[in-house]
């Protein structure tokens, strides 16, 4: 089985409550995928509201929901003792998923250990 530490960024143009994929973290059936630190930063000079979702087709599950971040300030959504594994049921693969209440004020870091 090989192992390899990955991460996926989201920076840039951005829609408002609106759910943005991050990267291509969707795992097939042959990959598990496990979220190691995922990082959420408000770019603006205004208080944001942020979403983290985990999809697999059209069930959705909130890791966190509306949570605040100030100005300047960031979220660490995983990391230390928590983790996320994504997996494939056959058919789908999870998701992960951020939306803010605000556009174009987010950057996202995620990485990930890719076991294959």
Known sequence: MANAFKNVTIQGTLAA???HAVGSV??????????IGMTISNVTSQVINVSVKMF???T???IVKDAPIPTGGSLVVVGGDQKVV???NGTNGNQIKVR???ANSI????SYLEST
């Open 17 to 19: 409550d609106t759910d």
């Open 107 to 110: 950057n996202v870091i995620m």
């Open 56 to 58: 697999l087709s059209s």
């Open 60 to 62: 959705e599950t909130f």
């Open 86 to 88: 994504l997996f494939h």
């Open 100 to 102: 803010s209440n605000v």
């Open 26 to 35: 969707i795992p097939n059936a042959t990959t598990t995928q496990t979220i």
